[in-house]
């Protein structure tokens, strides 16, 4: 900010975000250091509820992704058996969630 003060607007390009820099390279670190700094017994104290958690997000995105896709997509195409769908449904849902 200060620099784009200074400069009058003409150097402004030198500080652009970049996302994919971002998404790449600076969150996995936070993102491992969040991880690496859990304490063990307070993970494990929480296990349960961790896991609940991750069950039941995956559950509810499974029950959204299933729905929004019969109900949108039957009506346009013809996707084969409810057998067939679902290992497809619950690899994205699991993979979304």
């Known amino acids: 900010m200060v620099i784009l003060l200074i400069s009058g607007g003409t150097s ?3 500080l652009v975000f970049s996302e994919d820099l971002f998404f790449i390279y600076l969150l996995p670190l936070i993102i491992f250091n ?3 700094q859990v304490k063990k017994k307070q993970f494990f104290r929480n296990f349960i509820t961790i896991m609940l958690f991750g069950a039941l997000g995956t559950l ?5 992704i299933s729905l929004g896709k019969d109900l949108f997509l039957l009506h346009f195409f013809f996707l084969g058996s409810f057998v067939h769908q679902v290992p ?3 690899f994205i849902s699991s993979s979304k969630a």
């Open 88 to 90: 497809f449904e619950f």
């Open 34 to 36: 969040a991880g690496f």
């Open 12 to 14: 402004s390009h030198l």
């Open 60 to 64: 509810i995105s499974f029950v959204i």
